[in-house]
């Protein structure tokens, strides 16, 4: 979808390798996952790409999860996002891009329909959602994963987990969640804990 000023959002807390947040224009490369004709009626919308061969990726784990994060989140069927998975060197690129920042990062966010806070994620009257586009990169995710364990209840250290653990923050962002202030943090945190228990708590 060309032609659509969106803000990226550097999604991660503050810890080594990731980023503050920060607002600035998207470009075509990100956001031609999504469009609005092709919204689903009554299932939402979600479309994974893998565009590297650091981690191998459970495309399915990653479409239900979000999937249950937008229907948790009380957003409407027929709504749509996208999470696209890249190396460190696409990372990077994006990093610089949008986020004005050397390196890779692990995860950035860039929302679309409510990013500004006029529509709410389950406003019957506008309809379903263009939530917008997570880029994630395991291999950065991977590095970090040691680290990331007991960061929520049930991360082991994994690497799945700590991929579980960005989509799902990544989504949150979509959704017009922040951690800038300790309370937005904590309530982020708290959302991110039930989702992320609702997934590693399955037989």
């Known amino acids: 979808m060309t032609g659509v000023t969106r803000s990226?959002?550097?999604?991660?807390?503050?810890?080594?390798?990731?980023?503050s947040e920060a607002s600035c224009p998207a470009t075509a490369d990100v956001s031609a996952h999504l469009?609005?004709?092709g919204a689903g009626i009554g299932e939402h919308s979600v479309l994974i790409a893998d565009r590297q061969s650091d981690v191998q990726i459970d495309s399915e784990r990653y479409r239900v999860l979000v999937c249950q994060v937008l229907e948790a989140e009380?957003?409407?069927?027929?709504?749509?996002?996208?999470?696209t998975f890249v190396g460190a060197d696409e990372m990077a690129r994006l990093n610089e891009t949008h986020m004005g920042h050397d390196g890779p990062t692990d995860v950035l966010a860039f929302p679309l329909d409510l990013v500004?806070?006029?529509?709410?994620?389950?406003?019957?009257?506008?309809g379903p959602v263009m939530a917008g586009d997570?880029?994630?990169?395991?291999?950065?995710?991977?590095?970090?994963?040691?680290?990331?364990?007991?960061?929520?209840?049930?991360?082991?250290g994994s690497i799945t987990a700590e991929i579980?653990?960005?989509?799902?923050?990544?989504?949150?962002?979509?959704l017009g969640m922040d951690h800038a202030e300790p309370d937005e943090a904590?309530?982020?945190?708290?959302r991110e804990s039930e989702h992320l228990h609702s997934l590693w708590s399955r037989p």
């Open 8 to 19: 990226a959002t550097a999604a991660s807390e503050p810890a080594p390798r990731r980023r």
């Open 35 to 37: 469009s609005r004709e």
């Open 116 to 126: 500004s806070g006029a529509q709410s994620p389950g406003d019957r009257r506008a």
């Open 186 to 190: 904590a309530a982020m945190r708290a």
């Open 74 to 83: 009380g957003v409407l069927t027929g709504s749509q996002a996208a999470v």
């Open 164 to 174: 579980d653990l960005l989509v799902v923050h990544g989504v949150l962002h979509l």
């Open 134 to 156: 997570v880029v994630v990169c395991p291999a950065v995710a991977a590095s970090n994963a040691s680290t990331g364990a007991g960061s929520r209840p049930g991360h082991d």
